[in-house]
């Protein structure tokens, strides 16, 4: 293994992604595989890519179909690649492209590959239903008995309630905690009004209308040019241009009815997406041609007790980051933070700028920052966008990469919060 | 040296085939001699119980027989020595008294299934090289190692005259199915399990094998059916399948022998007819295509080719994007100036592919793989990566020119341009290229994914290896490749053109349309000038008559009537409506209102000989001066387009083989008259004059 002061510097190339639909409308159709498959044949014509180079690929999905468990295999079996690119799937829930992030970039800095293609896909139409764990068992012991009327008998002790399938919860298997309770815990907690929470999910919509419009994300989009979709689906389906106050506004408070302020909309929604990264070492990429968007600086991943603040991880995640770079907050040029809730966005943004709770939490005298709200999710985010779980991750860090790119800034960064209390951080450099 | 080896051991003869020097076990008369002289000391070696027959070349079995050898018979008593003494070979087979395993791994082919058919029992690999077929008809003669007779006893009736009459190969799954192969086995253990069946075969052990030849009533029917579907698709032009199912017939009546006998006469009458001869040579001149690259100093197969551009994504770009997909297996980047095109395109691409699922012809896997093999875009991406680039926008030598400019900009040096183009000349396309050395072009037909034939089109400056490059791309569709000059309508079109010209004259003159269509049907051409008008489209047809006008002057002047089709928007096929009526895709009646807008107002009658002349000789003159003008490379190319690219008769051999059949003299002969009555568009070209006056014909003869 190679010491610290020789890894390799990594950098994100390129990057594309499928339109975000929302579950149950136009790519319904298709497979997380199918929408993962498809962001990596766009990415390997956007960038010229030479197939045969590529090492290693990794991709994050959340809900995995248990017909192709390995998703990142199924990817790497596209018929452009040699046969023998090892991949893995990997699940860190909502942060799940992320770790596929930093896991090629962990074999890159090590020395172990030079060019990696991770990302991460869901498809959210197709979750999978189970059925009932005792219908389960009932069909597992029909399996082992040989004789007829043994498993007749087996049959005849299924009821009616058995037969109603499972369809996967949101939420926490540790404390039945559902995510949208945990946000509005935490709007309730750190005082998260109702209408701080529609304006920012508001600017969510009029941010990614306006990139949108502007082309910042088409440019980012591999439409999907199939006849299983319903005609070519260009752009992402969620954002909702003529939104307002005053539609939010009328909007019922769903997890709490007496006393509740999260909606449906200043929720992220159930989504279907895959994106694709391509990423390298910064010699290779160098000496093939390619002028990187951004480079990895650091990165860092964190967890609280899931029965606490549920969605905190990114208060704690970004200090962590920042130590890392070496960096303070102030010398961001753009900040990405994924949107599950407005009550879980600003809950965060009221940690990270608060003295008290550095304090308490940190060690620190001083908060970790000031959130410029011109430079934070300048093209919206997942309450506009749509939030397919595996997928999510990856767009934050390609939409970061891009707009750094664009603005030419020296550091990023990101965070996203995940399931069972984790907090994702990573900082991006261009120099 | 031997090309079999024998060896025993544990009382089973391993009779192992390895024709020394050649890729492919081929029969011929040493190695009938020498399985003779095997067979007959198995059946004396009493150490010796039972036998297998295996190839010891990987991925080979029997190729069948070695078609030159039969090519060179020259008169029937010769056929039937060489046939009789190839069905008492197979015979003894099963009259040595020990049991034969064909053990296969590879082609088994013609003689070489013949033979397996005599083996007591056998094993094929699942291993995708494996196919038995009994190809015989394609060249015009029958199986006659006792084909025809062990097949329909072995797999019934049906089963044996599917693959009797058409040809087609059969996979081992499929062999298994039909009860032709009693087992498959993975090729890793083809041996061990050959030695088990063997040893199995030693005690007396046979498999039970159903009893598959229905009562002479209900096989009466199955032939009758059988007899009239073969004259349907072939009228009687074709003799050898009718005389298959004699021999199976008569074989089934009458017994083994009787069949055999009528194998071996039918046999000996075909070898030596016209008709095989002809597809015979057919069959020589693909094989030579197959293995050159299109250009003298280019043998070796030229760099592999993964990653296609295709520009426009029309009917013919996407039918090109299927095909490239569906058999080159390559990534191809579908390219249009608008996303709905785009999208229509790749649709289409993937209809191709499609298509090959639904017809059993592709699993589900592959299909999956293959359809992540098609993208596309408006924008240029991938272009960077790509070994060769089809433009096939529309024929419009701007727009081509613009096109060629922006692709020359956008790919990597080594990347080969080609145009698909039916009537712009590729210099002129090249003219503009700033490395007009990589342009080619390659003339795709229509429908692409069924026209066996490639145009692949050098212009003066295009580089050779440009050239093998395009040609074994299309060899990798499937296609046949002929390279062609750089001549207005290449080589198809343009022997077309006076043919379809004519028949649109013999319409004008009030000649019925369906009259003018069978008469060429029964000349052999699978549909008729009038049907092919509207399959290639009024307005391409309009367009090709011009730009031919333009280039060789009023022998093809354009008709007034095709600019008023083509302005009533009747386009042909394509648009629904043409000259004859469509509905749901399918062709029906002449349209008669058609009749008024090309002016005519009185039906005439036209002998029938006169109108097959008129048609056949418009495309035989022009064939002469296109090869005089060195449009094809040699006649036997050029006949192999004028079958494989429009359909010309294949058991005529072609056109310049026609001419050469029905002798210089006479073609001019018929020439001068149709000149005399019609008019100098049938004025003999001169290398048909020259060629009379000095008695030459295009092929060397006999």
């Known amino acids: 293994m190679k010491s610290a002061s020789t890894l390799n510097r990594v950098a994100i190339v390129a990057g594309c992604r499928t339109p975000f639909s929302k579950a149950g409308t136009t790519l319904r159709k298709k497979s997380a595989v199918d929408l993962a498959r498809h962001t990596v044949v766009e990415l390997i014509h956007r960038t010229n890519l030479d197939c045969n180079s590529v090492n290693q690929m990794f991709f994050g999905q959340v809900l995995s179909s248990p017909l192709s468990p390995n998703l990142a295999r199924e990817v790497s079996l596209l018929p452009q690649f040699p046969k023998n690119v090892p991949a893995a799937s990997v699940n860190r829930a909502c942060a799940s492209a992320n770790q596929a992030v930093v896991l090629g970039h962990d074999q890159i800095a090590l020395g172990h590959a030079d060019v990696v293609v991770v990302g991460g896909a869901e498809s959210l139409s197709n979750v999978p239903i189970l059925h009932s764990e005792q219908f389960s068992q009932t069909l597992v012991q029909m399996s082992r008995v040989k004789s007829l009327t043994a498993r007749a008998k087996l049959l005849g002790s299924v009821q009616p309630k058995h037969l109603i399938p499972v369809t996967p919860a949101i939420a926490e298997p540790s404390t039945g905690e559902t995510m949208g309770q945990a946000a509005e815990k935490m709007a309730k907690i750190n005082g998260i009004s109702r209408e701080d929470q529609d304006r920012f999910a508001l600017r969510s919509h009029r941010r990614a209308n306006a990139a949108t419009r502007d082309g910042r994300l088409p440019a980012e989009i591999a439409p999907i040019l199939d006849v299983d979709a319903d005609g070519p689906v260009l752009t992402d389906n969620g954002v909702r241009p003529d939104n307002s106050i005053e539609k939010l506004a009328t909007l019922p408070p769903v997890f709490d009815d007496k006393h509740g302020s999260v909606t449906a909309g200043t929720s992220s929604q159930l989504t279907d997406g895959a994106v694709a990264l391509l990423l390298m070492s910064e010699t290779v990429a160098e000496a093939q041609g390619y002028v990187p968007l951004a480079f990895i600086r650091s990165y860092a991943v964190t967890a609280l007790d899931p029965g606490d603040q549920l969605l905190m991880g990114p208060a704690f995640a970004i200090p962590k980051a920042l130590d890392r770079a070496g960096i303070e907050w102030s010398a961001v040029g753009v900040v990405e933070m994924h949107e599950a809730f407005a009550a879980q966005v600003l809950s965060n943004i009221k940690a990270i700028e608060s003295t008290a709770w550095a304090d308490e939490h940190l060690g620190r005298s001083a908060p970790v920052g000031e959130v410029n709200w011109e430079t934070f999710n300048v093209a919206g985010g997942s309450i506009a966008l749509g939030h397919p779980f595996g997928a999510t991750g990856g767009r934050v860090t390609l939409t970061l990469a891009n707009e750094m790119a664009r603005r030419d800034v020296e550091f990023g960064l990101l965070s996203v919060c995940a399931q069972g209390g984790m907090g994702f951080a990573m900082v991006l450099e261009r120099r | 040296m031997g090309a079999f080896s024998k060896r025993v051991s544990d009382r089973i003869a391993w009779l192992e085939l390895d024709v020394p020097g050649a890729s492919v076990n081929k029969i011929t008369k040493g190695i009938r001699e020498e399985l003779r002289e095997l067979l007959e000391s198995l059946c004396t070696d009493e150490e010796v119980q039972a036998a297998v027959l295996i190839s010891r070349k990987p991925e080979q079995f029997i190729a069948g027989a070695d078609v030159r050898e039969f090519a060179n018979l020259k008169t029937r008593t010769e056929a039937l020595t060489l046939v009789r003494d190839g069905q008492a070979l197979v015979n003894r087979f099963e009259t040595i008294g020990k049991p034969l395993v064909a053990a296969i791994n590879g082609p088994c082919i013609g003689g070489g299934l013949e033979a397996a058919l005599a083996c007591t029992y056998r094993i094929a690999t699942d291993h995708p090289k494996t196919i038995l077929r009994l190809p015989e008809v394609r060249l015009g003669i029958i199986p006659a190692a006792g084909g025809c007779q062990r097949l329909p006893r072995l797999i019934g009736i049906r089963s044996a005259l599917e ?468 449009v094809v490379r040699s006649s036997r190319e050029g006949d192999i387009g004028a079958i494989y690219g429009m359909g010309f008769p294949p058991f005529r051999g072609g056109p310049l083989r026609y001419i050469d059949h029905v002798g210089t003299a006479d073609v001019l002969a018929t020439l001068e008259k149709l000149k005399q009555q019609h008019g100098n568009r049938f004025a003999p070209v001169q290398v048909l004059v020259q060629m009379g006056e000095r008695n030459e014909s295009f092929y060397e003869q006999h």
């Open chain 2, 163 to 630: 693959m009797i009459l058409t040809g087609k190969a059969l996979s081992a799954r499929q062999a298994a199915q039909r009860g032709l192969v009693d087992e498959i086995v993975h090729p890793s253990i083809l041996s061990a399990a050959a030695l088990k069946a063997a040893l199995k075969l030693t005690t007396g052990w046979r498999p039970k094998r159903p009893h598959r030849i229905f009562a002479q009533i209900a096989r009466r029917a199955i032939f009758a059916k059988a007899r009239k579907a073969v004259l349907a698709k072939t009228g009687d032009h074709y003799p050898a399948p009718l005389a298959a199912l004699n021999a199976v017939s008569h074989g089934l009546q009458y017994g083994l022998d009787a069949g055999l006998e009528h194998e071996a006469a039918h046999f000996s009458e075909l070898a030596i007819g016209e008709v095989s001869r002809n597809l015979v040579q057919l069959f020589f001149a693909g094989t030579a295509l197959k293995k050159a690259y299109g250009s003298a100093d280019e043998t070796s197969p030229p760099r592999s080719i993964t990653n296609v551009a295709i520009v426009g994504s029309g009917f013919m770009g996407s039918a090109i994007a299927g095909v490239a997909v569906a058999h080159a297996g390559v990534d191809v980047r579908l390219r249009d100036k608008e996303l709905d095109r785009v999208v229509r395109g790749l649709n289409s691409a993937r209809e191709v592919l499609r298509d090959r699922h639904r017809n059993g012809r592709m699993d589900e896997f592959e299909l999956r793989r293959k359809e992540s093999l098609l993208s596309g875009g408006v924008d240029w991406a991938g272009f960077g990566r790509v070994d060769l680039v089809i433009e096939a926008v529309s024929e419009n030598l701007e727009v081509k020119r613009s096109v060629v400019d922006e692709v020359e900009r956008q790919v990597p040096p080594e990347c080969i341009i080609a145009s698909n183009t039916s009537t712009i000349p590729i210099s002129k396309i090249a003219e503009s290229a700033s490395e007009p050395h990589r342009i080619v072009g390659m003339h795709f037909l229509s429908p692409v994914a069924k026209m066996p034939l490639l145009e692949v089109v050098a212009h003066q400056q295009t580089a050779p290896s440009a050239v093998s490059f395009a040609v074994s791309f299309g060899r990798a569709l499937n296609k046949t490749a002929i390279v062609v000059k750089d001549s207005p309508g290449f080589w198809v079109n343009r022997i077309l053109a006076p043919y379809l010209y004519e028949a649109w004259v013999l319409l004008e003159e009030g000649v019925d349309a369906e009259t003018i269509d069978s008469v060429m049907t029964e000349f052999g051409f699978p549909v008729g000038p009038i049907t092919l008008l509207d399959e290639v489209g009024l307005d391409v047809v309009y367009e090709l008559l011009q730009a031919l006008h333009e280039a060789f002057g009023d022998r093809l002047k354009p008709r007034d009537g095709l600019d008023r089709l083509v302005i009533d928007g009747r386009l042909g096929r394509k648009a629904g409506r043409g000259l004859f009526q469509y509905r749901r895709g399918k062709k029906r009646r002449f349209d008669e209102r058609a009749y008024e807008l090309i002016g005519v107002n009185v039906a005439r009658q036209i002998a029938e000989g006169e109108i097959l002349a008129r048609l056949v000789y418009s495309m035989l003159n022009e064939a002469a001066s296109a090869v005089e003008e060195g």
